[in-house]
């Protein structure tokens, strides 16, 4: 089962709703589906990456994001769609401000996309 699960993202898609993240079952409204779409938005249209790192490893410009420690807010699925769409205009750490939806044109859908993915990142278990 491991094997078939390590296959495909559609596999990780699917381990995703059968098993939760990390062993904790998905925010309500979040889907599999959602979090593998706002990795594709966090690596590219949302140019997340940029100042976060791939995979949210955090840099000298904003916090690591592959953690369950945050500066603005507790982590809840809300509070990262809320932050994402309103970005940070005073960060209590970093050096620049983040512009709402980080500066780039992501649409409402793609900003719960990549919130979710960004929820999983912290929430990995």
Known sequence: MLRSLLVTGS????AVV???WGGQELPEGVT???????????????I?????MPEGAG????????DDEWIH???????ILQLVSDGVADPAVHPAPMPPKGGSNISEDQIRAVAAYVWTLANRG
């Open 73 to 79: 807010i507790e982590g809840s699925y809300e509070e």
């Open 59 to 66: 840099g000298p410009l904003a916090p690591k994001l592959a």
């Open 32 to 46: 599999a589906e959602m979090v593998e779409q706002g990795k594709q938005v966090y690596d590219g249209a949302g």
């Open 18 to 20: 059968v098993l939760g």
């Open 11 to 14: 596999a990780l898609a699917a």
């Open 48 to 52: 997340c990456f940029s100042c976060h």
